[in-house]
T-cell receptor
């Protein structure tokens, strides 16, 4: 079945460091890909998305490019801030049949940014 | 103007009790969901409704019963609560099935003591 694998955390960085969180997927057909973020004590927020190959999703300085050839959707940010400390989830949503349109999540990567 | 709202946000209750979590969305979406996040932050689908019809029912104990009175509401009732039911429960909605974005509520933190 469909699945998402993202790098294990926790990830600890200093402010202004470069961030990469790796995410790869397995899916039938052509899924949509998402990054969600969960700040401490809060709910899930959509961070960015991409719906087809070579699309780049971006928001709040974060970017991710849908790479069909490597089945990847790595999250990057050039300069992290303390306020970026959160858990980041990579997810996919397939068309009918593959994952029944269900959102399949990776296990989450906790990011801590130190001043 | 909260898009997906769920209540209560925090709930502490004793084993054996019955409790409900309510969810409403004002986005005009046809499809609603319940997800469970365990203590390790892992998120998994529990149920999905499309236009009040159950379309996904994962392996969940039958103590959990979703109810959708209309397509804007999807409530979750839990009977005979157990310690292992302690988790964060997220309600969500989307414009339909397929590859559309799913929007989440703020979560309901359930603690069973």
């Amino acid at each position: 079945g469909d699945s998402v694998t993202q790098m294990e955390g926790p990830v600890t960085l200093s402010e202004e460091a470069f961030l990469t969180i790796n995410c790869t997927y397995t899916a039938t057909g052509y899924p949509s890909l998402f990054w969600y973020v969960q700040y401490p004590g809060e709910g899930l927020q959509l961070l960015l998305k991409a719906t087809k190959a070579d699309d780049k999703g971006s928001n709040k300085g974060f970017e991710a490019t849908y790479r069909k050839e490597t089945t990847s959707f790595h999250l990057e940010k050039g300069s992290v801030q303390v306020s970026d400390s959160a858990v980041y989830f990579c997810a996919l949503r397939g068309a009918y049949g593959g994952s029944q349109g269900n959102l399949i999540f990776g296990k989450g990567t906790k990011l801590s940014v130190k001043p | 103007d909260t898009a997906v709202s769920q209540t209560p946000k925090y709930l502490v209750t004793q084993m054996g009790n019955d409790k409900s979590i309510k969810c409403e969305q004002n986005l005009g979406h046809d499809t609603m969901y319940w997800y469970k996040q365990d203590s390790k932050k892992f998120l998994k689908i529990m149920f999905s409704y499309n236009n009040k019809e159950l379309i996904i029912n994962e392996t969940v104990p039958n103590r959990f019963s979703p109810k959708s009175p209309d397509k804007a509401h999807l409530n979750l009732h839990i009977n005979s609560l157990e310690l292992g039911d302690s988790a964060v429960y997220f309600c969500a909605s989307s414009p339909g099935q397929g590859r559309n974005t799913i929007y989440f509520g703020e979560g309901s933190w359930l603690t069973v003591v």
